[in-house]
């Protein structure tokens, strides 16, 4: 299958600063990227749906102003946790699906912890 | 409300053989499904998907059935191996590219 490398694995940082995760497909072009979040045995929630070179749309209840999204290329997309809370702390997890396939392929995740 | 449902959390099977698991769904617009397994601490992994123009998709010892009209799918493993353990999505959308929901996921234990 296609890969797409996601960046950092995991992350500490103190509350009020800014973390900034990076998700790259390797091998395809990714014309849409999805960014998920994952609470302890729970199902992944869709946050947001970037299209390259669009700005992302989010799902109704998460903060544009505080969970920014770029997806500048084809091969790469990044979101930016700002002034993060501890509240934040969550695994963090991006996919990717290339042109009219059904197919999303994901990233390794993010562990954010916010102290 | 929950579009995609997976009303079993858990499942226990020996090894060797049969793992069904079960999806329902309640958004009749969605065409595409599809199935991602998940190790903890990890990114799901695409298994197998289905369009709504099939009934039935075939890939190894992973097959998945879709009844649309009662807008239900299940993922069959045989046989199932202890490696197969892991938290099983079904998920869904609306067209190949439109945004895909998940289901609660159910964690599947094989047991040799």
């Known amino acids: 299958g296609a890969v797409v490398s996601q960046h950092p694995s995991r992350v500490i940082c103190k509350s009020g600063t800014s973390v900034k995760i990076e998700c790259r497909s390797l091998?395809?072009?990714?014309?849409?990227m999805f960014w998920y979040r994952q609470f302890p045995k729970q199902s992944l929630m869709l946050m947001a749906t970037?299209?390259?070179?669009?700005?992302?749309?989010?799902e109704q209840g998460v903060e544009k102003d505080k969970f920014l999204i770029n997806h500048a290329s084809l091969t790469l997309s990044t979101l930016t946790v700002t002034s993060a809370h501890p509240e934040d702390s969550s695994f963090y997890i991006c996919?990717?699906?290339?042109?009219?396939?059904?197919?999303?392929?994901f990233g390794q995740g993010t562990r954010l912890t916010v102290v | 409300d929950q579009q995609v449902k997976q009303n079993s959390p858990s499942l226990s099977v020996q090894e060797g053989r049969i793992s069904i698991l079960n999806c329902d769904y309640t958004?009749?617009?969605?065409?595409?499904f599809l199935w991602y397994k998940k190790y903890p601490a990890e990114g799901p992994t695409f298994l197998i998907s289905?369009?709504?123009?099939?009934d039935k998709n075939e890939d190894g010892r992973f097959t998945v059935f879709l009844n649309k009209s009662a807008k239900h799918l299940s993922l069959h493993i045989v046989p199932s191996q202890p490696g197969d353990s892991a938290v099983y999505f079904c998920?869904?959308?609306?067209?190949?590219?439109?945004?895909?929901?998940f289901g609660p996921g159910t964690s599947l234990s094989v047991i040799p």
């Open positions: 996919s990717a699906r290339e042109g009219k396939r059904a197919e999303a392929f």
């Open positions: 091998d395809f072009q990714a014309t849409t």
């Open positions: 970037s299209n390259e070179g669009s700005k992302a749309t989010y």
């Open positions: 958004n009749s617009m969605f065409d595409y």
């Open positions: 289905i369009s709504s123009i099939k």
């Open positions: 998920a869904a959308s609306v067209t190949s590219y439109d945004k895909v929901i």
